[in-house]
């Protein structure tokens, strides 16, 4: 690490208060900038499901506030997902004091690689789980059963699914760079492949709907991420033994 002089701890406090301040300033602006195409943006968003349900089939809202309201998280979770440059970029600043000078080099690509990955786990969502997902739910409706999904439910719960697959598609980016520290190996990460994959499909489990289909569907990509990540970190990771080589 850098000869610099020792940071006291609420000299990190107060580091902290600033970066949080700005993350939320960048969601703020992120919101009152989406809030104007709100409407949009919740059609955009409902799309997957639209796709599956029968034709006439529409969302409701059972409340007379619901609406406003769900228009208002629309605009929030726009504003988090503009404001990701910035939360990453801050998010790795505030580590960057700990690392040596050639170490800090690799922030601005690394944030750009954390917006992307990010964003890619998210369209990995949209695109991918969410027909499949909403098509086995709407499956359960019979002649005596009728889906009536709300605008509340479905914002809640499809937020909930991009934020998350948005936050493991980083998976590569940290073991990398926790390679990269040193602070795991090559080896360690292959030795530890069983216990990852029972770590994933218990993170799904709580991530998404206690349904099978999603589950193994974020399961699998995760499995793929760490394999990944096993590649990164050979490539950027500290040396500690020849027996490293052979993935």
Not at 161 to 188: D, N, R, Y
Request: some cysteine; aromatic content about 18%; overall charge positive.
């Amino acid at each position: 690490m850098d000869d610099e002089k020792k940071i006291p701890f609420t000299g990190h406090l107060e580091e902290l208060r600033r970066r949080l301040i700005v993350c939320f300033s960048a969601v703020g602006i992120g919101f009152v900038l989406s809030y104007g195409f709100k409407e949009k943006l919740f059609q955009i968003l409902t799309r997957p499901l639209i796709s599956v349900m029968k034709t006439g089939d529409k969302l409701i809202f059972t409340g007379l506030p619901e609406a406003f309201f769900t228009y208002l998280k629309v605009a929030f979770l726009s504003g988090i997902i503009l404001a990701t440059p910035i939360i990453f970029y801050e998010f790795w600043m505030f580590v960057a004091p700990g690392l040596y000078n050639k170490e800090k080099r690799l922030m601005f690509p690394i944030v750009f690689l954390s917006t992307l990955f990010f964003v890619g786990g998210s369209f990995f969502g949209y695109f991918i789980v969410f027909p499949y997902g909403f098509k086995f739910f709407l499956g359960f409706a019979s002649e005596t059963i009728q889906p009536l999904p709300s605008m509340r439910e479905y914002l809640s719960f499809a937020s909930k699914l991009l934020l998350a697959f948005g936050v493991v598609f980083e998976l590569p980016l940290i073991i990398t760079f926790l390679a990269k520290l040193g602070m795991v190996s090559v080896s360690f990460l292959k030795k530890n492949r069983k216990y990852a994959l029972l770590l994933f499909f218990v993170g799904a489990a709580i991530l998404t709907p206690p349904d099978v289909v999603t589950q193994v569907m974020m399961a699998l990509p995760l499995m793929v991420l760490y394999e990944i990540s096993i590649v990164g970190a050979k490539i950027f990771g500290k040396k500690t033994s020849e027996n490293d080589d052979n993935i």
